[in-house]
Structure formats: C-alpha cells, structure tokens
C-alpha cells in the first residue's frame, strides 16, 4: 500500500467534499426558505440528509488522514487486521476490513 499515494487520493476526495458541502448547504438555506413558505419540506429534509452523510463521509476521511500521520492506516480499526488493497482502492476513507464493516452497520442499524 502506498499510503503517500493513498494520502493524495484523501485530501482529493477532504476537498470534494467540502465543495459538496458548500454547495449542499447553499441549496439547503434556499430550501429552507421555501419551506418556511410552506412548500417542499420534504425535499429540504431530503438534503438535510445528504449534508449528514457528507458530513460523515468528511470526518471518516479526516480520521484516515490521521492514521497515515500514526502509520496505522490500512489497517483495520476493529479487528487490527490489514484491509483489503482493493477496498482502499475504492474506498480510501475507510476505516475497517469488510466484515468489521458489516458488524458496524448492523450495530448502527
Ligand atoms: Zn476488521
């Protein structure tokens, strides 16, 4: 695992999300004023979700960028075992091997 690589593709991705976030709240404070002339609430709680999920996404990827710091990244946070290449690959924020993953979600479930 080259995590300087790794480590570029994270603060790629920290700087798409911020502009996601950005230009999800702009519509959001739009949103919200619509709502409060009594139209699309729905709608606005549908972004209020996505900010959230952003907003998640963003912290996991910080904490990411922590580990390379600590030299522990790619390595499971539950489990201590290594995660999958090919799940950083396509997911360079994430913290957990796949069944840790699935025992979190359910948890959270
Ligand atoms: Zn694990």
New binding site residues.
């Given amino acids: 695992m080259d995590t300087a690589k790794q480590g570029e593709r994270l603060r790629q991705l920290l700087a798409e999300l911020d502009a996601t976030l950005t230009s999800l709240r702009g519509a959001t404070a739009t949103e919200v004023e619509a709502a409060d002339a009594g139209t699309s609430l729905s709608e606005n709680d549908r972004s209020i979700a996505m900010v959230e999920a952003v907003e998640a996404q963003r912290l996991q990827t910080l904490e990411a960028l922590a580990r390379i710091e600590d030299g522990t990244y790619g390595i ?1 946070v ?2 201590g ?1 290594p995660v999958p290449e090919g799940r950083l690959e396509a997911r360079p924020e994430a913290a ?2 796949v ?2 993953q699935q025992k979190a979600d359910r948890a959270s479930a």
Wanted: proline share 0%; with cysteine; net charge negative.
């Fill in positions: 499971c539950d489990c075992q957990r091997c069944d840790c």
